[in-house]
């Protein structure tokens, strides 16, 4: 099993920057595709960005151009850079892992997930 952990969440005016970590622990692998989902009130969790273990990347429609997801395998960490962010870029955030070949959105295919971390955007 792997354990992850969000950090980076805030308050943060439209226009601004946040960049979320997620730190993965115990069964960890070179092979683990990462991503990030997001949860409004209300609202179902969607997908937002992810990562292949070989450094393939996709996004949502909505972020293209303005969030990118990175990863440090030495430190086991998954980045998501967020800048020009929007009001309707508020949500949980929610850092997930699936071990598995090619790119899925499906939230279903990711086995790992994290407790969450709150992005807040004020207009």
């Known amino acids: 099993q792997v354990q992850l952990v969000e950090s980076g969440g805030g308050l943060v005016q439209a226009g601004g920057s946040l960049r979320l970590s997620c730190a993965a622990s115990?069964?960890?692998?070179?092979?683990?595709?990462m991503g990030w989902f997001r949860q409004a009130p209300g609202k179902e969790r969607e997908f937002v960005a992810v990562m292949t273990w070989d450094g393939d990347t996709y996004y949502t429609d909505s972020v293209k151009g303005r969030f990118t997801i990175s990863r440090d395998n030495a430190k086991n960490t998954v980045y998501l850079q967020m800048n020009n962010l929007k009001p309707e870029d508020t949500a949980v955030y929610y850092c997930?892992?699936?071990?598995?070949?090619?790119?899925?959105?499906?939230?279903?295919?990711?086995?790992?997930w994290g407790q969450g971390t709150q992005v807040t955007v004020s207009s």
């Open positions: 115990g069964r960890t692998s070179p092979y683990l595709a």
């Open positions: 997930a892992a699936r071990l598995g070949m090619g790119i899925t959105t499906d939230l279903r295919h990711f086995g790992s």
